[in-house]
């Protein structure tokens, strides 16, 4: 069965700094992971995915996040938060040929000024 | 492309009524999920479809919850009868190739 565990529920960071969103994975196969971004009153969005390749994806809006096989890690990232990135973060898993995703509890991002 | 659409956005139900919310998916994805939001136990999936087959549908919530699929461009869930702890956010998703597009998600208080 795949899981995934994000272990910080609240995140506070001040507007400009930087950003780590800790993800971490439990798969026996190669996964397919995901970060989705959900702002208030909203569905979720896809921020970025990693099928395979370069460990380190890009994504919308200056997002990136590295995966690691040997932590079994897949950590978002940002260089410098805005005020609107405020919003919760879901990491999520899943593999070849499965359209079924399995989130996380998700980590609530909140910028200040 | 037009997104995930769910109606209505808002509902509000005395406990004991029933109550049908709507999903059309993206036009091409064969694959649609039902999910529900709360603070608590966060994203749990309801029903999973491929191709409009019942592919899942989550073991806690079967007897008062029902998904149908009765086309490729339409979903419906119905909970009946309601109880104030279904109070959450239902969201709809549809996939393509891994990607999951969900729609805004319909707010659910039962009174």
């Known amino acids: 069965a795949q899981s995934v565990t994000q272990p910080d529920a609240r995140v506070t960071v001040s507007e400009g700094a930087s950003l780590q969103l800790r993800c971490k994975y439990s798969?026996?196969?190669?996964?397919?992971l995901f970060w989705y971004v959900q702002y208030p009153r909203q569905g979720l969005q896809l921020l970025l995915k990693?099928?395979?390749?370069?460990?380190v994806v890009q994504g919308v809006n200056g997002f990136e996040a590295e995966f690691s096989k040997s932590n079994s890690s897949f950590h978002l990232r940002k260089a410098s938060v805005h005020w609107s990135n405020s919003a919760v973060y879901f990491c999520?898993?899943?593999?070849?040929?499965?359209?079924?995703?399995?989130f996380g509890a998700g980590t609530k991002l909140t910028i200040k000024p | 492309d037009a997104g995930v659409t769910q109606t209505p956005r808002h509902e509000v139900a005395e406990k004991g009524q029933t109550i049908i919310l709507k999903c059309e998916p993206v036009?091409?994805?064969?694959?649609l999920f039902w999910y529900r939001q709360t603070k608590i136990q966060g994203l749990e999936l309801l029903s999973y479809?491929?191709?409009?087959?019942?592919?899942?549908d989550g073991g806690a919530f079967k007897d008062r919850f029902k998904a149908e699929m009765l086309n490729s461009s339409f979903s419906t869930l119905k909970i009946q009868p309601t109880e104030p702890k279904d109070s959450a956010v239902y969201l709809c998703?549809?996939?393509?190739?891994?990607?999951?597009?969900f729609g805004p998600g319909t707010r659910l208080t039962v009174l």
């Open positions: 998703a549809s996939s393509f190739r891994n990607e999951q597009y």
């Open positions: 036009s091409g994805h064969n694959d």
């Open positions: 999520a898993v899943s593999s070849y040929g499965n359209e079924k995703i399995t």
């Open positions: 798969y026996s196969a190669t996964p397919y």
């Open positions: 990693y099928y395979s390749g370069d460990p």
């Open positions: 479809f491929r191709s409009k087959s019942l592919m899942e």
